[in-house]
């Protein structure tokens, strides 16, 4: 049977989602050329939560968009078989934008890298910065480094960490799973 522990309940979940949006409010002020994206699927409902506290906040005409990596993996077909595709919404073109690439759990890079890659079909951006929730940080094997991230964690190899949401598992919450 795993160990599992809460290591971020729901009050300071809200809370660090709070954080980082002050953080990029101080960063882009208006948000004049910028965008967020979050990467399909647990970027996307980080990026969704960001976007709706943002607009509460009274940043508008933010470009929100939603990008799948699926084609651009290393690791696309697997043993359990292919990944699963999301849709691709980006509405607007990146180039000379400052993109908020948005995701749940920065673990090896290769998502990021992988992200990187597919948002260059929808133009240059002037700078990507990195978000994410959970950075899992000396577990690198890429050299990708959060701008903005939510929690450190340190793991051992054998551990899992699971950002969970209020809409999909009935609470907003991350957990560390153990073997």
């Known amino acids: 049977m795993p160990d599992i522990r809460i290591i971020h309940d729901s009050q300071r979940f809200a809370l660090t989602i709070e954080r980082l949006c002050r953080h990029l409010i101080e960063e882009h002020g208006d948000f004049t050329n910028s ?3 979050g990467i399909q699927l647990g970027g996307v409902q980080l990026a969704d939560r ?13 470009p929100f968009g939603k990008l799948d990596i699926t084609f651009y993996r290393d690791d696309f077909r697997t043993k359990q078989g292919p990944l699963k595709a999301y849709p691709t919404e980006i509405e607007f073109l990146v180039e000379d934008r400052r993109v908020i690439l948005v995701d749940d759990v920065l673990f090896s890079g290769r998502t990021v890298l992988s992200a990187m890659t597919a948002l260059n079909h929808y133009g240059r951006p002037s700078t990507v910065e990195l978000l994410v929730m959970v950075d899992r940080r000396f577990r690198r094997t890429l050299p990708i480094q959060a701008n903005y991230s939510g929690l450190l964690v340190d793991t ?5 960490v699971d950002v969970q949401w209020q809409e999909t598992h009935g609470a907003d919450q991350i957990l560390l799973l153990g073997s």
């Open 50 to 62: 960001l976007y709706r506290r943002l607009q509460e906040l009274g940043v508008s005409d933010l």
């Open 156 to 160: 051992l190899t054998d551990e899992y």
């Open 35 to 37: 965008c967020l994206i």
